[in-house]
C-alpha cells in the first residue's frame, strides 16, 4: 500500500519534471531515484514527456532558481562548454576515456554515460557512477550531471573539496551553502544533505553531498545553461 499522501505524491511529480526541465536527470535514474519516484506514485514520468513540455517546465524551474548578473566563467568538466558543445563532440571526447554512453530520448536528448575514470573528465576522486549529459532543441549541451555514490569518508572528502575549490576559484563564495558537508554528519541520519549553489542569469552549478539508505555516501555535480535554448 501507498504510504504517501496525494499532495506528496503530486509535489514528488513536478519535482521530478523540474529536475528533467533543467536538464540534470541522473539521480532520477539511480536505485534510490527510481524507488523514490515509484513509492511516491510516479511511473518515471521522462519516458512521455515531449520536447515542448520539457521546455515548458525548464523555463519556469530556470525562472525560480537564476540570478541577475551573468556568470563571469561557467566551470564544467573536461572543458566541455554549455550552450556550445554538440552530442558528436561529446562522445568523442567521451569515447577518448573509454566511456560506455547510451543515448537516452527524453523529450531532450540525453547521454547516459558509466564507466568513467575521474582523470578524463578533469575531476579528482573516484571514478563516476554516472554521468548524464543534456542536449537543448538547437542540439547544444544544456546539462552536465555528475554523480558518484557508494563512496567511502575519504573519497567523499576529496570530491567535495575538489568540486567546491574549483567553483570558488572561478566564481568566489557561492550563492547558497547549506549543511554540513562531513562524512560523519552525513552519516548521523538515515538522509541528510549538504549542498553549495552558484546562480547567475547564464548559468547554474550544484554541489550536492548525501547519505542515503540504498547508496550510501554520494556526490552530485551539476552544471546547468541559465540561458534560454537556442541563445548562445
Request: hydrophobic share 45%; charged share 20%.
Amino acid at each position: 500500500m501507498n504510504t504517501l499522501s496525494r499532495p506528496l505524491r503530486l509535489g514528488a511529480g513536478i519535482g521530478a519534471a523540474v529536475l528533467l526541465a533543467l536538464g540534470a536527470i541522473g539521480w532520477m535514474h539511480t536505485p534510490s531515484g527510481l524507488r523514490f519516484l515509484a513509492a511516491a506514485g510516479v511511473p518515471c514520468p521522462v519516458r512521455t514527456v515531449t520536447p515542448e513540455q520539457v521546455g515548458q517546465l525548464r523555463r519556469v524551474g530556470l525562472a525560480s532558481m537564476r540570478g541577475s548578473a551573468p556568470a563571469p566563467a561557467r566551470p564544467a568538466p573536461a572543458g566541455m562548454q554549455l550552450d556550445r558543445t554538440t552530442e558528436a563532440e561529446a562522445l568523442a571526447l567521451l569515447g577518448r576515456a573509454h566511456a560506455r554512453c547510451e543515448t537516452q530520448l527524453r523529450g531532450y536528448r540525453h547521454l547516459r554515460c558509466r564507466g568513467i575514470d575521474a582523470a578524463a573528465l578533469a575531476l579528482d576522486g573516484p571514478p563516476v557512477s554516472e554521468l548524464w549529459l543534456s542536449f537543448g532543441p538547437a542540439g547544444r549541451l544544456v546539462g552536465i550531471d555528475v554523480y558518484r555514490r557508494g563512496m567511502d569518508a575519504a573519497a567523499l572528502r576529496t570530491v567535495w573539496s575538489s568540486a567546491a575549490a574549483r567553483l570558488r576559484s572561478a566564481l568566489g563564495a557561492p550563492t547558497l551553502a547549506l549543511g554540513d558537508p562531513a562524512p560523519e554528519a552525513l552519516a548521523a541520519l538515515p538522509i541528510q544533505t549538504a549542498r553549495l549553489q552558484y546562480r547567475y542569469a547564464d548559468y547554474l552549478a550544484t554541489v550536492t553531498a548525501s547519505h542515503l539508505p540504498h547508496s550510501g555516501l554520494s556526490v552530485r555535480e551539476q552544471y546547468l545553461s541559465a540561458k534560454e535554448d537556442g541563445i548562445n
